[in-house]
């Protein structure tokens, strides 16, 4: 089964070549071949480096430029002139399922499939309009915002398949998709990472990663890999840290950022607290062995309403690498966790802060190696690439044709 995945990327970001690359070269093992249609406004090196990742791994890839001038109507103006490329790229390619992914991705489909009854997979990836509200101003009375959420509605509804990344993401889409959407199609799939980078790794690696950093064996190391933007709550992150730096004042901070810049005007705040932070910007292979060399990853992030229908990447590789995690409650399926593995925060308040300072401390640090290996176990049961396959494999078994291709996983994932 040829399934083209259309995609709208921005040159900031790498989801294509980091997230779903691994998983979709697994999934032609099982039958499911993908084909690749980008539409970007990445300069011409960004575009190569994306080509030659897909044909690396076998994938057809083409590109679409995206307009962006006049800056508000250039997204929509190639979204609309979009389905001409998408019909094309079906044509010549014998594709047999279109995969959007997105908003405007899916306003180019359903336009595409206008009259067509191809099958239709849209990957709703999260609440993205509603990220706009909660963290960019747009304002949900208007009508850029009003326009999207009926695109949205209606690539719930002409879909085969909805994917999701959390169970309430999932409820909130079918009940905007209305009456008669069939909750069957709504399945929930999971942001994998490959478990042989994202390891605990050996005692002896972690050292020397450790002596690269300048600390000391046994000082405890607190870790972030992330933007450093307002959603992700830098200052109550630095006043854990700074909790935790009171009752040991050996500890050290690892950010590991893309956006360096961010992190001074960060600490202007926590002054006192510069000379125990450092920050990386590492190559993507190298983030893992010094998430491994720590002792506690941070995944805080402001529980805004779209936030119940993300999948923290970074969650899973904390605890691929053994690592116990201190997150928001509410974001995405966190809750669902095992408490052996994460500190949940309600409110990030003081007295929060001070509790979860506390659990590090008294719980974690004494008992670190106990916690290695139950972070790892959950992180292979839930967000290896192993599982994210597995998540597919039951969503895409459920297309026209698919259950001759592989075996029936798992469940539908809306339960109500």
């Given at each position: 089964m040829k399934i083209l995945f259309v995609t709208w990327d921005g040159p900031q970001v790498s989801y294509l070549e980091g997230l779903f690359l691994p998983i979709f070269r697994?999934?032609?093992?099982?039958?499911?071949?993908?084909?690749?249609?980008?539409?970007?406004?990445?300069?011409?090196?960004?575009?190569?480096?994306?080509?030659?990742?897909?044909?690396?791994?076998?994938?057809?890839?083409?590109?679409?430029?995206?307009?962006?001038?006049?800056?508000?109507?250039?997204?929509?103006?190639?979204?609309?002139?979009?389905?001409?490329?998408?019909?094309?790229?079906?044509?010549?390619?014998?594709?047999?399922?279109v995969m959007p992914r997105s908003t405007l991705p899916a306003l180019s489909t359903l336009l595409a499939l206008r009259g067509r009854s191809l099958p239709m997979v849209f990957d709703a990836d999260g609440l993205p309009i509603d990220e706009r509200v909660d963290f960019d101003g747009r304002s949900p009375s208007g009508l850029v915002y009003r326009f999207l959420r009926d695109i949205e509605a209606q690539a719930s509804r002409r879909a085969d398949v909805v994917l999701t990344r959390s169970s309430r993401g999932g409820q909130i889409l079918h009940a905007r998709a209305g009456a008669g959407t069939a909750p069957e199609r709504f399945y929930v799939v999971g942001n994998g990472r490959d478990g042989d980078p994202f390891n605990p790794q050996e005692e002896s690696y972690r050292e020397s990663v450790r002596e690269n950093l300048g600390l000391p064996r046994n000082a405890p190391l607190l870790a972030y890999a992330g933007s450093m933007g307002e959603q992700y709550c830098v200052p109550?992150?630095?006043?854990?840290?700074?909790?935790?730096?009171?009752?040991?004042?050996?500890?050290?901070?690892?950010?590991?950022?893309?956006?360096?810049?961010?992190?001074?005007?960060?600490?202007?705040?926590?002054?006192?607290?510069?000379?125990?932070?450092?920050?990386?910007?590492?190559?993507?292979?190298?983030?893992?062995g010094y998430?491994?060399?720590?002792?506690?990853?941070?995944?805080?992030r402001s529980p805004k309403f779209s936030m119940q229908a993300v999948a923290p990447i970074k969650v899973g590789e904390y605890l691929l690498c053994g690592?116990?995690?201190?997150?928001t409650s509410g974001i995405g399926d966190t809750d669902t966790l095992s408490g052996d593995v994460r500190y949940l925060l309600e409110d990030m308040s003081s007295r929060?802060?001070?509790?979860?300072?506390?659990?590090?401390?008294?719980?974690?640090?004494?008992?670190?190696?106990?916690?290695?290996?139950?972070?790892?176990?959950?992180?292979?049961?839930?967000?290896?690439?192993?599982?994210?396959?597995?998540?597919?494999?039951?969503?895409?078994?459920?297309?026209?044709?698919?259950?001759?291709?592989?075996?029936?996983?798992?469940?539908?994932?809306?339960?109500?």
């Open positions: 697994r999934l032609a093992d099982e039958g499911f071949v993908f084909h690749v249609l980008q539409f970007t406004w990445g300069n011409k090196q960004k575009i190569s480096r994306a080509r030659t990742a897909c044909e690396s791994s076998s994938i057809p890839y083409r590109s679409v430029r995206v307009w962006r001038r006049p800056v508000s109507a250039g997204s929509l103006l190639t979204a609309l002139y979009g389905p001409r490329a998408i019909r094309r790229t079906i044509r010549e390619w014998g594709i047999d399922v109550e992150m630095l006043g854990l840290f700074e909790r935790v730096l009171s009752r040991r004042p050996d500890a050290r901070l690892l950010l590991l950022t893309g956006s360096p810049e961010a992190v001074p005007p960060a600490l202007s705040s926590f002054p006192h607290l510069k000379e125990a932070v450092t920050t990386l910007s590492l190559p993507p292979d190298q983030v893992p998430l491994a060399a720590a002792d506690l990853g941070l995944a805080l690592l116990p995690v201190v997150a929060e802060l001070d509790e979860a300072a506390d659990w590090f401390v008294d719980m974690v640090l004494p008992h670190r190696e106990v916690f290695r290996d139950r972070c790892r176990h959950a992180g292979e049961a839930s967000f290896s690439l192993e599982a994210s396959v597995a998540s597919y494999l039951a969503a895409f078994t459920s297309l026209p044709g698919g259950e001759d291709l592989a075996g029936v996983a798992e469940r539908p994932v809306l339960d109500g």
